[in-house]
């Protein structure tokens, strides 16, 4: 069975020869997936960049594509997420430090709860629509309000947050902990001083991207009935509200090519908006890593 | 040391452990301090833990929603129809329940999302896990998770106004709105899923098993596709499990890009209406609340519900096997 | 110092090592070896944990090549061919050149696929010449009898050391002219360390045989030829029995006699 000088050689040429082939094979098709990227960005930069200004900025929606504007999505989409992160953070948080501190001896609870949450996070984001509708806007007849919304994408967003603080929670380091439970501290007098000062930043970073997640969540939004053409600024938390991507989609949705473009440019403040959540991450994350290593 | 020499134990005469308490602690009874303490400890304990469980509250509500409004969605219409019917048309004068349609739609994309998201998201992943250097793994894997944080309008807008006039010039009677367009982009969505997912499959694949199938002269190629793909195959299922849940719960795309004409068909070139997309439709109209109309979003959510909660455990299931198997 | 390498008998060589050193990143892990590894017999290499001797036999079928920050210089021979040379493919080398490893590896797919893999890598796709493959390789590395009922069973279904003989008959499977073993036993039982021990004699009527071990009483027992690393250096090397009962150096008679180490 031993191989012999022509038969080896021709197999270790058949080889190299797959191995390049393959090789060019895989590359492309990472290749294809970053160049996808690159061209979806480029195809709506060019189709919404000329109507990126201050005038779409500052209006209202509009019958005419030329005098359509997302002034009420953008500050609509603001309120909300304001809204949500008031409400979502905290309990994230909270739940977060419950599984990583309290509950560290696996009981049915916790482990009913965490079996829970990588399964939350996995339902489609039109089923917690479908459940902000009924709880919410009928059971608890908040209506189609800014309200009824933040409180859908709170539950939406929870399970990441929570996630996310875990991560960050996680890594304090046990020696901490220990130094400050010899002391005599308590236990949450050692999470309050010792564990959330170093974690926050981390909390903070994880939260943020979480959020950078649902703010371009249209479907949940379309369920619970928020509306298009919103040409008012919400005054309170129980106004009827519109957000960037269900005006995004309200655009697309229509027949004419002038509302086209107003999609693209609306895309482009969107992406802006994700963008600028994403680097004050990256900023906190920049920041603090260095002081939490020390 | 002395006292413990004369006092074995190291107890004192007053009990304590070896000092009087009175000069460490402050003065005042420490029981009752601890007391309170402890009332305090427990009620943040209960408090943080009611915010965990409002995770557990928050599916129980799902489920319970569904759950009522679909029971009275049966009530008025009947199982079998549902299940048999070949048209879904609840919004028509001449209504008909079968959820097929909006299934065929469903799985229509799917199928086009999983066909361009399995291949390249699994060759990408080889690539990254068995080829390249930890250099270009550190800059190219966040780009490519760029493509998961994009929001879904925009790749609706992206297969409406770019993928599908494209392929209209490839395939000629393409129409405007159909499955695959929509199933392609979204398959581009899901690519750092399944290529995060499979690599680290495949990264917890031990580096000794590797060593071996280059002892007995494998080629790189052979290593990863006879060694190490074989090894991490419950992980590499599991992401493709995972892909087809987000596949068949993506809503914005196939909303925008693939209509809404619910159709039993396996044509990828015509309009179609998936499940996520009719919720959208029934939605955007202004159906009163009770209604038969209202009722049919809950039936085709809970079919949804159902569909992806199953894919989810199932793939959850093989990722926490594909841990334990090499611990 | 470079140790003399007396050969007690006119035997060809395998192997020739000619001032060998090898990096990971900045630690040097190899200094200057040289050392002859003759054919058809077996070769010892012993000395204290982190002394670089699963470096040497490790740089011997190319296997550090997968080691992105290693680095070596010199030149190790085989049958007068220098195995790093650019002309020459890794493959080829470590299909001639066999090895087993510490750990057991087997690969998670049955008994029978584990040991037709390497055949099936160099194109053999009859059945029956296969079984033939499977059946004389499982044969040779003395574990046929246990396992040819089950040969469609997992092979992560197997003991420690009947995985470990497995992993020595998938090697055999694919032919080789030389076998490195790797502290093949340092994971395994004394009666499992028995019979692999049993085996390797056996197999030195066939193969060149390179064995790193840190029981010296296995070097002892099994080997023709010892080699004493230290610190990446070699001290001393020549037939096993003179190793163990006059040593050269004091730093080999030390370690023999259990002062350190």
């Known amino acids: 069975m031993k191989l012999e000088g022509m038969h080896l050689q021709r197999m270790l040429r058949g080889q190299k020869r797959s191995e390049r082939v393959f090789k060019i094979v895989a590359g492309g098709a990472l290749l294809f997936a970053l160049v996808a990227l690159a061209i979806l960005i480029i195809d709506v930069f060019l189709d919404g960049f000329r109507r990126l200004d201050w005038q779409f900025l500052t209006s209202f929606p509009s019958r005419k594509p030329e005098r359509a504007g997302v002034l009420s999505a953008l500050v609509g989409t603001v309120y909300m997420m304001g809204l949500t992160a008031l409400l979502a953070f905290p309990i994230g948080v909270g739940a977060a430090i419950y599984l990583e501190e309290y509950a560290r001896k696996k009981n049915w609870f916790s482990r009913l709860i965490e079996v829970n949450i990588a399964n939350l996070a996995g339902v489609p984001s039109i089923l917690y629509g479908l459940l902000g509708l009924e709880l919410f806007v009928r059971m608890m007849g908040l209506g189609r309000s800014v309200l009824a919304g933040a409180l859908t994408m709170a539950l939406l967003v929870l399970p990441i947050v929570i996630i996310a603080s875990r991560e960050a929670i996680r890594v304090v380091s046990p020696a901490i902990k220990e130094g400050s439970f010899a002391l005599g501290a308590s236990r949450w007098q050692t999470i309050w001083y010792q564990v959330l000062p170093i974690a926050f930043p981390g909390i903070l970073t994880g939260s943020i991207l979480a959020f950078s997640r649902v703010i371009g969540e249209a479907a949940p939004m379309i369920t619970i009935g928020a509306l298009a053409f919103i040409a008012f600024l919400p005054d309170s938390p129980l106004s009827p509200f519109t957000v960037l991507p269900i005006q995004i989609f309200n655009w697309v949705s229509r027949p004419q090519k002038g509302f086209f473009t107003c999609a693209a440019a609306g895309i482009l403040i969107l992406l802006a908006v994700l963008l600028m959540m994403n680097a004050a991450a990256v900023f906190l994350r920049q920041r603090y890593q260095k002081r939490l290593y020390l | ?327 | 110092m470079s140790p003399v390498v007396e050969l007690k008998e006119e035997q060809p060589i395998a192997f020739g090592i000619q001032d060998l050193n090898a990096w990971y990143g900045s630690f040097q892990a190899l200094k200057n070896i040289s050392m002859s590894i003759p054919e058809k017999r077996i070769t010892a290499i012993i000395g204290p944990s982190g002394c670089g001797k699963s470096t040497l036999i490790r740089c011997l079928n190319r296997i550090n090549d997968l080691i992105p920050d290693f680095r070596l210089e010199g030149q190790i021979y085989f049958k007068g061919k220098e195995i790093n040379d650019p002309s020459v493919d890794p493959i080829e080398v470590r299909l001639r050149i066999g090895m087993v490893f510490q750990k057991p590896n087997p690969f998670p797919k049955s008994i029978y696929d584990n040991i037709a893999y390497g055949p099936r890598l160099i194109g053999v796709k009859n059945g029956s010449r296969l079984d033939g493959i499977v059946e004389e390789s499982l044969k040779k590395a003395a574990i046929w009898n246990e396992v040819k009922d089950s040969l469609r069973k997992s092979a992560l279904a197997l003991s420690g050391g009947q995985q470990q003989r497995l992993c020595i008959a998938r090697t055999l499977a694919v032919d080789p002219e030389v076998l490195l073993l790797d502290e093949p036993c340092s994971a395994l039982d004394p009666i499992a360390t028995g019979k692999i021990e049993e085996l390797i004699y056996r197999l030195k009527e066939e193969y060149t045989v390179a064995i790193v071990t840190h029981n010296m009483q296995q070097a002892a027992r099994v080997s023709n030829y010892t080699g004493f690393l230290l610190m990446g250096e070699l001290v001393e090397f020549g037939p096993t029995e003179k190793i163990f009962t006059n040593p050269a150096d004091s730093r080999t008679e030390e370690y023999i006699t259990g002062r350190f180490g």
Request: aromatic share 10%.
């Open chain 2, 1 to 327: 040391m002395q006292l413990t020499e004369t006092l074995p134990l190291g107890r004192t005469q007053e009990g304590g452990f070896g000092f009087s308490k009175s000069k460490v602690m402050p003065s005042f009874p420490v029981s009752s301090r601890r007391n309170r303490q402890k009332v305090r400890e427990e009620a943040i304990r209960v408090t943080l833990a009611s915010c965990g469980f409002l995770s557990v509250l928050t599916t129980l509500g799902i489920v319970g929603v569904l759950l009522f409004e679909t029971l009275a969605f049966f009530r008025e219409v009947s199982i079998f129809k549902f299940l048999t019917d070949t048209q879904w048309t609840p919004l028509f004068a001449d209504k008909h329940f079968g959820i097929w349609p909006l299934v065929a739609g469903t799985f229509l994309t799917a199928a086009a999302a999983i066909g361009v998201a399995m291949p390249v998201g699994m060759l990408s992943a080889i690539y990254l896990s068995e080829y390249a250097t930890d250099r270009f793994r550190k800059v190219v894997k966040p780009i490519l998770e760029i493509l998961a944080g994009i929001p879904t309008v925009v790749y609706g807008y992206f297969a409406l106004l770019f993928v599908t006039p494209l392929l209209q010039r490839l395939i000629p009677g393409l129409s405007g709105f159909n499955a695959l367009s929509p199933g392609i982009v979204m398959g581009i969505m899901i690519i750092p899923m399944v290529c995060s997912l499979s690599e680290d499959a495949m990264y917890a694949v031990p580096q000794s098993l590797r060593e071996g199938a280059y002892a007995l002269g494998s080629s790189r190629l052979q290593v990863a596709l006879k060694v190490v793909v074989p090894a991490a195959f419950s992980g590499i299922t599991a992401s493709f499990l995972l892909a087809v849940s987000r596949a068949i719960g993506e809503t914005m795309i196939v909303a925008i890009a693939a209509g809404q004409q619910p159709r039993l068909t396996l044509n990828p070139t015509v309009p179609v209406e998936t499940m996520t997309a009719y919720i959208v439709q029934v939605s955007l109209g202004d159906t009163p609340t009770g209604t038969i109309e209202y009722k049919t979003i809950f039936a085709v959510g809970m079919a949804l519900f159902l569909c992806t909660l199953t894919l989810n455990l199932v793939s959850q299931f093989l990722r926490e096997r594909c841990q334990e198997q090499y611990e």
